[in-house]
Each structure stands twice: as C-alpha cells, then as structure tokens.
C-alpha cells in the first residue's frame, strides 16, 4: 500500500450542493490514474506458500471532460475490477491487495472519498420491480438532489432526461422484471443511466451498459452516452464487451487491458489500429480494430506480444503521465476505509418518498396480495374445517389436546405465513437498496420505518382474515380481539427474523434454504412436540430467540383463561400441567410481549446492521 499524501494535497471533500459538484468539479472533471495494481491474494496450503495474482498490472489512464472512453479487454481482463477501483467501489481486503494514484483535476484523491462524485451505473439494473421510470427518475432526482433546486427544476430535469434517453413513450410503464413483463431491457438500461445522471454529474462510469441488448438498442445507448459527454460536457467511462465497428466508432479514446493486467493500448480510438500495425499486426482489411486488438491479445502467445514491443507505447504513455501528474511529487494511496454516503434529503423527506414508494409496490404486486391472502384463506379454511369445533370443549384429555393442536397448528401456519413473503421478497429488494444506499439516496433508519410502516397494517389484516377463518369454525374461547393482536405480533416478529435472512442472502434460492435453519427449531420451543421441561437446560436458552414460543405463552393464557379451565376438574388439571410442562405463569404475561416486542426490533435492527455493513464495504 502506498503511503498517504499530506492533508493539503488531498481533493476537497464532495460539497453538499445542489448538484452535488465539489469544488474539485467544478468545471468539467479530468480524470486520470497511473500505478493502478490489483492482485488478488491466494491461502497458504500445506503444499505451497501464499501466492497472489496480478489481475492489475500498474495499470494508467486519462480522461477528459467532454469525452467517452471505453475500457476494452478479453473476458477475466480486468475491466470490472478496474472500473471499480477508480470509482472506490472495491479496496484493499485480507484477500486483495491495491495500490496507485488516482486523481480529479490533477489533484490526487482518496476513490473512496470521491466515491460520491462519480454517478457509477452497475451491469444489473438494479430497480424496483413496480416502479416507471418516470417514478424511478423522480424518486432519485427528488432525494438526491439538494434543497437549492427548487421541485418543479427537478420535474423539468426529469422530463429532459427522459426526452434525452428515448423514455418518454414508456415513462408510465412499470420496470418489471424476469417475471412480470414490463419495459424493454434497453428502456431498463436507460432507466438505471437516467436514475444516475438525472443528478447532473460530471463523472460517469458505467459497467457493461450494452451487455443483455440487441445491436440496435446497443447502439442506442452508447449513442446516448456520447450525446451526454458532448451536452453536458461530461466525462464518461465504460467497460464494453466486442463492441460492434458503429459502436466502437462512437467511443473518443480506448483503453486496451490485454494479458497479464498489462494496459495494451490507452488512447484515441482512431490510433489503436497504427498502434497494432506498428507493433507487427496489422489490421486485416475491413476489419474492427476492436475485434482485432481482441483476437491478437487471445491468439498471440504473450511473450511474442511483449518483444514486439506491442506493450511499450504503454510505458512511454505512462511516463508521461507520471511526469504531468507528480509534479508535486506526492505518493498516491487506496484507501482502505469505509464508505459514509452524502445524504442530501432530511429523514422525514427519505421516510415519504420510500414509503410512498413500499404502498405502491404493494398494491402494484397483485400476485404478492392474492399469494399473501389466499394462502392465508385457504389453509385457514383448511384447519377450520379439520378442526371443527375442537375449542368448544376441553374435558377429555383427547378434547384438550386437539383444542391446544388447533391453535399451535394455526400458531404455526401464521409464523410461515407471514415469514414467507419478506423472505421470497426481500432478497430481490436488497440489490436495489445497496445501491441507492451506495450512492447517497437514502440511510438505513428511513428504509426500514418506511418498509415497518406498510408492514405493520398489511400484517394486522392478515392477522384479522387469518382470525376470521378459524375462530368461528374451532370455535377458540378467547377473547376475539386478543388473539387478533397476538397473532399479529407474531408476523411483525417473524416478519423481522424474514428480513434479517434476506439482508445475509444475495437471492431466493439460499434464502429458502436457510429458512428451515431459523424456523424449525421454534417448532421445538413451541411445547406442542416436547415440553419445555424435556428439552436440555443447556439448550433451553434457544427460547429466548423463539417468537412462536411467546406468543404460544400468550395465546395459551387468552385461550386456556381461568374460565375455561375452571370448567370441570379434569379440563383444570389439564390447564395446570400445560402451563407447568411449558413454563407458562400468566403473572409473566407483559414480559411475553415485551421478548417479542425485542425480538421484533432486535431482528430489525441486526437486518439494518447487515445491510449497511455490506453497503459500506464492497459494492
Ligand atoms: N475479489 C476478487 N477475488 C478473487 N478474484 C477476483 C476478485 N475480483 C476479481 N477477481 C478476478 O479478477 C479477474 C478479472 O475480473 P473482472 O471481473 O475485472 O474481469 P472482466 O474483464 O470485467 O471480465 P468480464 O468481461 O468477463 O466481465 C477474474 O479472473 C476474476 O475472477
């Protein structure tokens, strides 16, 4: 690592502006980066010694305000990984190492401090699924820029950058995704551009923005980017994969990553063919220099490539870019700490437009309400009906075991029920919040009030339907209401430990798969397969982290009340050795809902803990 600059000849820290330019951007950004390494670290075997491959060979570059560069390079080159660096989206790990200098307008800069400077698109196009992109531009416009620009200068700055990215025709249409048909991927990919540039940045930085398009729609996206660069005097970089000769042509300048980390070629697009004519190969007739630097870099063995001299421009290159960018003679650094976004928007402001946001995706997501209701319905229904009128009396022990299974099996169905759809739902959502988090849209507090506050009545009516379908039909004692309210703590509590698995999962798949993991062993504390009393007291902590248990305590006390079990001697003995097996003691009913208030908050907040860990370190 190198060693850090003095504090005076660091760049500025981003301004909190209304276009969020730093004094450092101010006019037009040149950006350039020279001693770039990345070499990723392998473990010590009993055979061998640690070893670590370069993927970055001191790797240079220069861009200037007004221009669209490309990064070009065979697949596993490094594009990706180098793209990233300079946006500060990756730093140095255990299991990674990166050095060079990397600076904005000659001045050298910390990438992850300059990190909010830089509007980065990602190759996945990360947006909600019901959102438009109108909604979608006027939701980052709105948070992410600052209070100097007036509501109806943000609107004004939508409707341009829809008409810029061909958008208007389908600005009302939801994004959808790989299951709900929505915009094209084309409209998708100007979505996520236009979500970044509606903040009106000076550098842009994009990963694979034409991969998953058509020629056409490909085509029309770098056209999009050049007019952005020229426009709005942008400086513009992107990582592309065997652009087509129309598209290459579009590019200013190229940087060519070729084997071994080594930069093969940096510089105007039209010279890349002279540079491989000069170094012994040259350029078959009608053929695109792109295409030709790619097949000599994957066909020539490296050694020949090297004593051509084909990578020797690069060091000229990259001697005189070390003499314009040390004059001061300064060290360079990669910091290795941790991401804080700039966030322009007060709590209050993030909370409304990510609540209004969660109201819409959920009654935009008309098969979530049917699977959420109708599964809630049917099994209900189900267990009404096999459980007939199995609360109405409690004499027999028979009679007092299926009224306690009735309610257990119900208890059961809405820990499932109520866990299922956070846990199907959020680990597609996480994606899009680590990037808004990543590019200062909002923090975690708002995100999380916001997703509580629909959360909250959504799993009350669910509580109430699931209610509706089985009280009548058991025919439970308690009191209607109570067990309305107990069942509905029982969702917001599962509902958290569901959010909790989907902020440590990157999709469905694993969040299924650990589901059972957290679920099933709350079927142990629940006392309906072995009491309490059986379980090992060294295991017997586990409870604590149970909401199916203590809300099982409670609706045991509204169920079995003194009315009940004082019924006739036998139904009261059975209540006694119910609650004795279990440890229940309605002298501790408000410290029932006091666990499950903690559990419901604890498993909130360790999700919010996770999200921004992850958010703030690699992204
Ligand atoms: N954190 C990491 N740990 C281990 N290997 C890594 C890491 N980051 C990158 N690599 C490796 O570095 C190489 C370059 O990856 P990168 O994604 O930058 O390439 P790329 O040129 O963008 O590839 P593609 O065009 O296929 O997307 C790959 O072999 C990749 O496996």
Same mark, same amino acid.
């Given at each position: ?20 330019? #730093? ?12 001693? @770039?390494? *990345?070499?990723?670290?392998? !473990? ?10 370069? =993927? ?43 050095? +060079? ?49 007036? !509501? ?15 958008? $208007? ?19 998708? !990919?100007?979505?996520? $551009?236009?979500?970044?540039? @509606? ?10 923005? %034409? ?15 050049? !007019? ?11 990582? $592309? ?16 990553? +070729? ?42 063995? =490296? ?36 991401? @804080?976004?700039?966030?322009?928007? #007060? ?38 009906? =096999? ?32 866990? #299922? ?59 209607? +209401? ?88 036998? %139904? ?6 119910? *609650?004795?097996?279990?440890? =229940? ?12 208030? &903690? ?7 360790? &999700? ?12």
């Amino acid at each position: 690592m190198a060693t850090q600059p003095t504090a005076s000849k660091r760049a500025p820290p981003a301004a909190s502006n209304g276009n969020r330019r #730093s004094s450092v951007l101010a006019s037009g950004t040149k950006f350039s980066w020279s001693d @770039v390494s *990345f070499s990723v670290n392998h !473990k010590k075997t009993k055979s061998s010694e640690k070893t670590s491959t370069k =993927i970055l060979d001191n790797a240079y570059g220069s861009l200037e305000p007004g221009t669209l560069t490309a990064i070009l390079g065979p697949s596993g080159s490094g594009k990706s990984s180098l793209l990233n660096i300079l946006a500060g989206r990756i730093t140095s790990s255990s299991s990674t190492s990166i050095t +060079g200098k990397i600076s904005v307008n000659s001045v050298l800069v910390d990438p992850v401090s300059n990190r909010a400077n830089v509007a980065y698109v990602l190759q996945d196009d990360c947006l909600p699924k019901t959102t438009t992109p109108l909604e979608a531009l006027l939701f980052s416009a709105s948070l992410r820029l600052g209070v100097k620009v007036t !509501k109806s200068e943000k609107e004004e700055r939508v409707n341009a950058m829809l008409e810029e990215l061909g958008l $208007i025709d389908c600005q009302n249409t939801l994004v959808g995704d790989a299951l709900t048909k929505g915009i094209s991927g084309g409209e998708r !990919k100007r979505t996520s $551009i236009g979500v970044e540039l @509606v903040t009106s940045p000076d550098l842009i930085f994009l990963d694979e923005p %034409t991969s998953g398009l058509d020629s056409y729609a490909a085509w029309k996206c770098v056209l999009t980017l050049k !007019k952005i660069s020229v426009d709005d005097n942008a400086t513009v970089l992107a990582t $592309i994969h065997q652009p087509s000769s129309e598209i290459f042509q579009q590019f200013d300048n190229v940087i060519v990553l +070729g084997k071994l980390g080594l930069v093969l070629y940096s510089g105007p697009v039209p010279k890349l063919a002279s540079h491989l004519s000069t170094h012994g190969y040259p350029l078959p007739f009608e053929t695109n220099p792109s295409d030709h630097a790619l097949f000599v870099i994957m066909t020539q063995p =490296i050694t020949e490539q090297i004593s051509n001299g084909l990578y020797d421009k690069a060091v000229v290159d990259k001697h005189d870019l070390e003499k314009t960018e040390t004059e001061e003679s300064v060290e360079g650094y990669i910091n290795e700490g941790v991401y @804080v976004p700039l966030i322009e928007a #007060s709590f209050f402001k993030q909370f409304r437009w990510l609540l209004k946001r969660e109201c819409r995706s959920v009654y935009r997501d008309v098969g979530g309400l049917l699977g959420r209701f109708g599964g809630t319905i049917f099994l209900n229904l189900l267990f009404g009906l =096999i459980f007939l009128n199995a609360g109405k009396t409690s004499t027999s022990p028979v009679d007092f075991n299926n009224h306690f299974g009735a309610l257990t099996l119900v208890t059961i169905s809405a820990m499932f029920g109520t866990a #299922s759809p956070a846990l199907l739902q959020f680990p597609s959502e996480r994606p899009v919040f680590l990037r808004e988090y990543s590019t200062g849209t909002y923090t975690v507090m708002p995100y999380l009030a916001s997703k509580m506050a629909v959360e909250l009545p959504l799993l009350f009516v669910q509580a109430l339907v699931q209610t509706l379908c089985v009280y009548f039909l058991i025919g439970f004692q308690g009191n209607f +209401g109570l067990l309305v309210t107990a069942w509905w703590a029982l969702g917001l509590a599962s509902n958290s430990v569901a959010i909790a698995v989907g902020c440590t999962v990157t999709n469905v798949k694993d969040a299924a798969e650990l589901t059972p993991l957290v679920f099933v062993p709350q079927l142990l504390f629940s006392g309906f397969f072995v009491s309490i009393s059986s379980i090992p007291v060294w295991l017997r902590w586990a409870q604590w982290l149970c909401s199916l248990k203590y809300t099982l305590n409670l609706l045991l006390l509204i169920e079995f009340s003194p009315d009940v079990c004082s019924e006739n001697s036998e %139904t009261e003995s059975n209540c006694n050795s119910l *609650f004795a097996r279990n440890d =229940i003691s309605s002298d501790l009913i408000w410290f029932y809902v006091l666990v499950l208030c &903690g559990l419901f908050l604890g498993f909130r907040l360790l &999700g919010g803990f996770l999200l921004v860990k992850r958010a703030r370190t690699v992204f």
